[in-house]
């Protein structure tokens, strides 16, 4: 192992050497996304950090550090701190920072994800996004203090992109949140427009009613600042009054979109293509921002990874004393039990997959995208030799080779639904055979083809026009094609037995209904059985019986039966007349779920999903993430089925038969064929394996197998128009400004997002968080502030005293102090005491002065008033220090006296 490291680390720092020229862009830094401006600074998102820059632009510095994303940084109004969303620990929060740097201090602590959006104009609050308390997700708006404390909820009932006008009484606001998924040019219902909320008047009105996109409103002064793409389908910033009326176009772009906006100062900063732009709004002028990002690009260091697959294609060698396996790429060969793991194609540049290893144990054939489209190569058991390419030209998605059991030929199908064959000798390839229809779901074109034991016939299914598969058998010596199925039923996973005599396969022809209670409907669900076909004519069945007869030994029986090891297999003959009425059910095997049927030379092994799913295409393979399989096995002598083990996702079978490999999750054993086992027998050890990784060679792969994926699959061929090939030079430019997997994401999602299609997107990868997302129980409660009961302005004013609530109200200035007031405070009931009688409000005479006393002053009266409206609305007076209540004056209702109660000015001490 140590011997493959060392070659793999010299592999990788060639590769490294040979590549630098297109691993670093020249120019001005790329890719910062997600910035916000303030007078001095902007702040941005580059490898899951916060960098801050001069507004003018130059060198950027980071300003956050450590694994997990900071992201979408938001200035105070005064500039000096910074609000962003993070997921330090696990969850996604909301958390602030002073400008200048520091230790973040979360601010929410929901399981929920909070997302930060911008500052309240009084610089103490952060509005933040978050679904936590709507019944179905959706997102609402809240305020939390930068100091913490509880969260306020914002008098809208859904908003997902928001900004307080000037004065802070009135938001303009998105209702929904899309402006993260990759529609471009969308029109329909999810289609985000711009409202806002007057919070005096409690009026709420939609200001744009364009059809397409209108989001991101940053309120400027008495205008309106957003995007849109109105008027060539391109995300541009407009302007507008706040009725939205006089809409102005800000920028032309019709290239790139103007990305993730951010508004302050007077000026607005936006991603344009890869780099920053700044507009002023006040003199309209808008210029590229230069910004040197000095990274040492930690994340895309070349290092060792684990290789711990948990999807992918495996095997095994011809005799089952080694795994072929699929891990991130590469094609890796792991002892059974003792010995050596070898990596068999160490590359980063390119993603090989799909490995099948000989029956003679030479060759190891695989896919690999090397020369920029798939082909079959093969390479020796060891690697070192140079692979040998056996197919050219081939552009479009390849599925499974499977070996001739000779070794001479190999099976392969394709996205064009062509069953193909390649002889290794001289790479002549034959299309066998091409399906006319795709299901465009799991089952398309031809997926399943075997060989039989002399490798001179070949078995497959293809779909047909009432979306029933059938299977067909493929002569090489004639080279014609006959059905052996029909389309009334459904039938796949053909597998000839070791001996040439059947064919079996897996078909769905068991009606046992049940009826549901709600609906009185009649369902169809376990509906799969094994069944064969009779090769040779004039041939019975295995499961015939004659009760008339005892058994009797068959000719030779008692000579050992089967052939020794490495005898020449004896031709499989086929009588294609009436092959087709020569099929019979598998006895002692009660209707299913199945998946998978591989004969054996006593039965048959497949694949059983109890749990009950109701998806009409299913499919099992190399790719099925759920280890929720049982493994079968049935014995045509005992006439019956049993598991032999569970919680599985696949298995494969040894060349020989004996050894049989499968998968469980992330994990992978080999155990013998045909006895029971439970995962974690057989164990194939993983924990020692690395790879050597070149994430920026991966990212190149990743995206051109991307655009690869959506040219091969996307339903429309013209491709709605768009200029596929031109697209993928136009975001590929930008791939050696990756500084993290999350910048590949995003240019992924932004170059798929040209189709203007839904439901195309971009997930997963090596994201650099800090744990799996918190699973925190809720109360079924909710805390909330009591309005109240604020804090004093000065809370060092507010001794505590017998009978004073642990929080007084907020004093009418900070030169006031707090008294008891107990009648402005709720009861332990929850309500407001009963006001007193109604009165009238004088003075208390201060201590005598030293000397005659001036009159008060217009702001001491205007504190008195102040204080005296502040308690009529839950009293006729409030007890405030320095004032005491007087005795009625007015007989009035109390509701009319609390109105109208005023408190006299001062007036000279008695």
Known sequence: MKRLAILSLAVALAAALSGAASATAPGASQLMRNPDISAEHIVFTYEDDLWLAPATGGPARRITSGPGFENAGKFSPDGQWIAFTADYDGGTDVYVMPTAGGEPRRLTFHPGADLALDWHPDGRRILFR?????????????????????????????????????????????????????????????????????????????????????????????????????????????????????????????????????????????????????????????????????????????????????????GLSPAGERLLLEARGEILSLPAEEGEWFDLTRTSASREK????????????????RGGEEQLYLADQRGRDAWRPLTTGNQGFLLQPVWSPDSQRILWGDKFMRLNMVDVA???????????????????????????PDGQWVAYTKNTANMNEVICLYGLASGKITQVTDDFFTSWSPSFDPEGRYLWFLSNRTFTPIMDRQDQNHIFVDMAKPYLALLQAGVRSPFFEDPGLVAAKADGEEKGGKDDDGAKTAATRIDLDGLAGRVVAVPGVAGGNYFRLTATADGCLMLRRDEPVFLKYQNVDDRTAESDLTLVAYDVAEREAKDLGGGLANYHLSADGKKLAYRAGSSYGVVDAGQEFKPGDGAVELGGVRLRVDRAQEYRQMLDEAWRIQRDWFYDENMHGVDWQKIRGKYAALVPWCGARGDLTYLIGEMIAELNIGHTYVYGGDQQHTGAPPRTALLGCDFAADPRAAACASPASCPAASGTPPRARRCPSPAWTCARATTCWPSTAGRWPPAPTPTSCSPTPPAAPSSSPSPPTPAASSRARSWSSRCAARAACATAPGWRPTAATSTRSRAAASATSTCPTWASPA
């Open 426 to 452: 001289s790479g002549k390839v034959t299309v066998i055979d091409t399906g006319e229809y795709d299901d465009a779901w799991e089952r398309w074109g031809i997926l399943d083809y075997v060989w039989s």
């Open 130 to 314: 978050s679904s936590r308390e709507h019944p179905l997700g959706q997102p609402q708006l809240f305020l939390v203090d930068r100091e913490g404390g509880l969260p306020e909820k914002v008098a809208v009932d859904r908003g997902a992109l928001a900004s307080f006008s000037p004065d802070g009484k009135r938001l303009a606001y998105n209702r929904i949140a899309r402006e993260g998924a990759t529609w471009k040019r969308y029109r329909g219902g999810m289609a985000q427009d711009v409202w806002v909320a007057d919070f005096a008047s409690g009026a709420i009105a939609k200001v744009t009613d364009f059809e397409g996109t209108d989001s991101f409103p940053m309120w400027w002064q008495d205008r309106i600042v957003f995007l849109s793409d109105r008027e060539d389908g391109t995300l541009n910033l407009y302007a507008m009054t706040p009725a939205g009326g006089d809409v102005t176009r800000l920028t032309s772009y019709r290239d790139y979109d103007v990305k993730s906006p951010g508004c302050g100062a007077g000026r607005v900063v936006y991603q344009h293509a890869g780099g920053l732009r700044v507009l002023d709004l006040a003199t309209g002028v808008d210029r590229e921002v230069a910004i040197d990002v000095a990274t040492d690009r930690a994340p895309m260091r070349s290092e060792l990874v684990e290789a711990a697959p948990s999807t992918g294609s495996f």
């Open 354 to 369: 799909n490995a099948a290893w000989s029956p003679d144990g030479r060759w190891v054939c695989f896919v690999s995208d």
